[in-house]
């Protein structure tokens, strides 16, 4: 039986990717970091029906000597890393800390890896936000990074990072470069899941209005359950690579507020605000990917349309808020 250790296992991602895993018979472990509210952290797995069936360990990305505890104990067939501070706005807040996390914390793991347990698969979660102020149209795994962020900058590290321990040190260590994936158990904090939050409350009567920053920008939106299916192929070749998912269709928050609005027969314009509280210092205009190379070598292609996600989330967002009046 294989044995997978996921770093950001409370995360969207790492559900979706534990439940993946174990429908493949994996025994699946997860780094979970002390929380002040340890009553909320197994949310996610909770809601996939799956908070019994992963193994909980203690341990921090930043601590190094946690990390080579939990390989010790684990001894994984492959790690994830899937663990960061993940959320750009906030990096602007906490530059250092996104840093000292979504950077050296990667630094540490791989660090740790080599150290303990160097035949193992490892796969680390770069981002579409490498490509910040974007010098080509359609991005794919050769186009040049501009990251906007300290978030953009500290996954870039991370990156590059990745590619040195494969290259230097021969670990069959592997970089997806995952466009924005979404899903009912993003966070709330996210565009998306934010815009289909405030449809479910407007539409239920618990608001009035939704606050929005800049509804100009455009993003490439899949589906995380999708996504996950992808860092696990990127593991089963013989080869580590570096590989862009990501759907191919761009779609602007505006447009994406029309869809969610109009899932529950509403119009979007009578109730969205533009707040310049939300607003970025530097915004990421435009990200719109090709995944030929994960269509050609891996055979993986997103399953769930932009359509499907939206009437998903909506209803998810519904039923939480019906549930829990
Ligand atoms: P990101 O691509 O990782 O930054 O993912 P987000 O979901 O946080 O943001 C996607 C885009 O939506 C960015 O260009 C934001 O500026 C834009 N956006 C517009 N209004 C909002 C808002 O109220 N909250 C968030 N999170 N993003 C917003």
Known sequence: MKRALITGVTGQDGAYLSQFLLGRGYEVYGLLRRSASSDVVAERLRWLGIQGDVQLIDGNLTDMSSLIRALQEVKPDEVYNLGAQSFVKASWNQPLLTGGVTAL???????????????????????????????????????????RSPYAVAKL??????????????????????????????????????????????????????????????????????????????????????????TGRTTSVRDFCRMAFAHVGLDWEQYVITDASFLRPAEVDVLIGSAAKAKRKLGWVPETSLEQMVAEMVEADLKRHTDRP
């Open 157 to 246: 590290y991370a990156h590059w990072l990745t590619v040195n321990y494969r290259e230097s040190f021969g670990l069959h260590a592997s970089s997806g470069i995952l466009f924005n994936h979404e899903s009912p158990l993003r966070g709330i904090e996210f565009v998306t899941r934010k815009i289909t939050d405030g449809v479910a409350r407007i539409k239920l009567g618990k608001a009035t209005e939704l606050r929005m920053g800049n509804l100009e920008a455009t993003r490439d939106w899949g589906h995380a359950r999708d996504y996950v299916q992808g860092m696990w192929l990127m593991l089963q070749q013989e080869e580590p690579d570096d590989y862009v998912l990501c």
């Open 105 to 147: 914390g990667a630094g540490n793991l791989l660090e740790a890896v080599r150290l303990i347990c160097p035949q193992a698969r490892f796969y680390q979660a770069s981002s579409s936000e490498m490509y910040g102020k974007i010098q080509e149209k359609v991005q794919d795994e050769n186009t040049p990074f501009y990251p």
